[in-house]
């Protein structure tokens, strides 16, 4: 009698929060009615072969058969299904076809079946070659661990499964001496798997975070607020390593993390990874952010990417003064405007404002942006800007400028005539220019001094990550500048390295050598000068030196030929 639909249901959502259900075998040659009682025959099957003939444990023969679904499913598609025998079927397949017993463990333990490959030991195929991991697998299982979460620990610290089964049943019943249950321990063992293999130092950061956790569960009593199970323990656990992944220095965060237990409750993983990673894009230090969400965790409940703000109205609302008000302005009109609060990070950074603001905010000042708001419908509004987003509209290629707008929005252009008149001169797609922009923070220029070259010099943008880099350390490296001199000379990226920049710099520094040119140039001076101007210039250093310069090119051009 075939087993329900419902069943297959059952089986295939097991899988469908972590796995790729479109890679899945497609077994549309089992009717759709049978196809529930060949996944169930097969897996009944492939437990007593584990069992019976592989001398597996049967509780652990059937953790591996039940979930590995993918597995089992690339031997079923092998075989003609028959309502009536397709169970003696399968396990005559399995007698005569022994199968890679890692790989149905592996996808059984929750790595994801796309991945398996990549774990299994080179020329083993069954746990009688090497049964350590098997070993370590069925220790943590009988402590309490579901079987299908193993590979959250595998695939973050491998070790604790060269482990022997004493050392880690010694090292679980360890933790438990601070006074956590069975299921706490596993909790924050998935949550945190180093603590499986810590030894030497690390033992004893190891016993610093117990003391948080102590603290946190234990003595502010957060334990009474989560429900008795591995999910909701790792769930709490997972919010809690949010910000020591944030730097926060373990046997520090106890107190801090119990005074606001609630923050553990409340938020989700997402909200707690989400804020964080606003709040470091101010350019400030990780751990700094991870204080402040805990100091301040009325900042979580705060909306930080819809709201539209006006940069002149934010900086008063926070309380910039006058004179700096007016100075910052004149020095960074491209920012002002509107902008989202989703981009305030960058914009704040643009206008090389951004500690200031965190500084404020960590020091109290957070409910600021709780309660900021337009101070009317117009402010903010730059009627050219506006003209400019109706030619967009009506442009060939709407979508493509606004992209590039966004982008230029997201690194703290504001609303204004001149983010319009820069984005003429952008070429590529904004990931592209996203890309170039990120090269060069990347290479060492200071975020604001960046926007203020792509304001002055949009075409430093205009080419590829690999040019921009070649031009950066040449001029560093070979010409012995800083990157300091972009911010006078930005145009320097713009022009070419092979044909304008490394010959005319060379024959410079010939002519230096040789004691003919007695006047320091600079490098601005040596690059943008046009070659009618330059040829003029060399005939001032000596009356020969026109002659070689030409023939220097043209042998130079040959040699590329």
């Given at each position: ?21 479109s ?18 025959e ?20 059937e ?26 079927s ?11 017993e890692?790989?149905?463990f592996?996808?059984?333990?929750g ?5 398996v490959?990549?774990?299994l ?15 370590a ?8 661990f579901?079987w ?8 973050e ?7 022997s089964s ?7 019943c ?10 706490s321990?596993?909790?924050i063992?998935?949550a945190?798997?180093?603590?499986l293999?810590g ?10 975070l ?15 607020s989560?429900?008795?199970?591995v999910d ?9 390593r ?9 046997g520090t965060?106890g107190?801090l ?12 993983e997402?909200v ?6 606003y ?12 204080l ?5 965790p ?5 909306d ?32 002002f ?59 060939r ?59 002055s ?7 590829r ?22 911010d006078?000379f ?12 490394k ?14 040119c007695?006047?320091?140039?600079s ?6 000068t046009?070659?009618?101007?330059f040829?003029?210039?060399l ?10 310069w ?12």
């Amino acid at each position: 009698m075939p087993i329900s639909n419902s069943l297959f249901t059952i089986l295939t959502h097991r899988f469908s929060t972590t796995r790729n259900l479109s890679k899945l075998p497609n077994l549309s040659k089992i009717p759709g009615k049978y196809r529930p009682q060949a996944i169930h025959e097969a897996q009944k099957a492939l437990t007593d072969y584990l069992h019976a003939t592989r001398t597996l444990p049967f509780t652990y023969a059937e953790h591996i058969a039940k979930n590995s679904l993918f597995s089992v499913s690339n031997l079923i598609v092998k075989l003609e299904f028959s309502p009536t025998d397709f169970s003696k079927s399968f396990q005559r397949f399995l007698r005569y076809h022994p199968i890679n017993e890692f790989e149905f463990f592996f996808e059984s333990i929750g790595l994801d079946y796309s991945e398996v490959n990549d774990f299994l030991p080179a020329n083993k195929f069954f746990f009688s070659e090497d049964g350590t991991v098997l070993n370590a697998a069925c220790a943590l299982s009988g402590f309490g661990f579901p079987w299908n979460m193993l590979g959250k620990l595998y695939k973050e610290e491998v070790s604790i499964f060269s482990r022997s089964s004493d050392e880690l049943k010694a090292r679980l019943c360890g933790f438990k001496e601070y006074g956590f249950s069975n299921i706490s321990v596993i909790g924050i063992c998935l949550a945190f798997p180093h603590v499986l293999c810590g030894e030497g130092e690390l033992g004893g950061e190891i016993d610093a975070l117990f003391d948080d956790l102590k603290r946190v569960f234990l003595d502010f009593d957060l334990v009474s607020s989560i429900e008795g199970n591995v999910d909701a323990w790792y769930e709490v656990c997972r919010k809690i390593r949010v910000f020591y992944d944030l730097g926060c220095v373990k046997g520090t965060m106890g107190e801090l993390m119990g005074r606001s237990k609630h923050v553990f409750i409340e938020y989700p993983e997402e909200v707690l990874v989400q804020k964080a990673e606003y709040f470091c894009r101010f350019g400030v230090g990780k751990e700094d952010v991870g204080l402040l969400l805990l100091q301040s965790p009325e900042i979580l409940s705060l909306d930080l990417e819809t709201p539209v703000v006006s940069v002149l109205g934010f900086l008063k609302h926070f309380g910039l003064d006058t004179e700096e008000l007016m100075l910052v302005s004149q020095k960074y009109p491209y920012v002002f405007g509107r902008n989202k609060m989703a981009n305030l990070p960058n914009v704040l950074r643009a206008l090389n404002l951004h500690e200031w603001f965190f500084n404020k905010i960590k020091n109290g000042s957070h409910q600021l942006l709780a309660n900021y708001v337009l101070s009317d419908p117009d402010e903010g509004l730059d009627r050219e800007f506006r003209d400019g987003l109706d030619k967009i509209q009506y442009s060939r290629t709407p979508i493509h400028n606004m992209n590039k707008l966004n982008f230029l929005h997201g690194i703290g252009f504001g609303e204004n005539a001149l983010t319009m008149k820069v984005l003429a001169h952008l070429h590529g797609t904004s990931s592209e220019l996203q890309e170039r922009f990120d090269c060069l923070l990347r290479l060492g220029v200071k975020f604001s001094n960046l926007c203020m070259m792509v304001k002055s010099t949009p075409k430093v943008i205009n080419q590829r990550p690999e040019t921009i880099e070649q031009k950066v350390n040449f001029l560093c490296h070979e010409m012995g500048s800083s990157l300091e001199y972009l911010d006078i000379f930005p145009a320097f990226l713009c022009f070419d390295l092979e044909n304008r920049i490394k010959p005319r710099y060379s024959f410079h520094m010939r002519l230096t050598e040789k004691g003919l040119c007695k006047k320091p140039y600079s490098i601005a001076s040596i690059i943008a000068t046009s070659e009618k101007n330059f040829v003029a210039r060399l005939s001032g250093i000596h009356p020969d030196a026109p002659k070689k310069w030409s023939e220097y090119i043209s042998c130079k051009k040959s040699q590329g030929s």
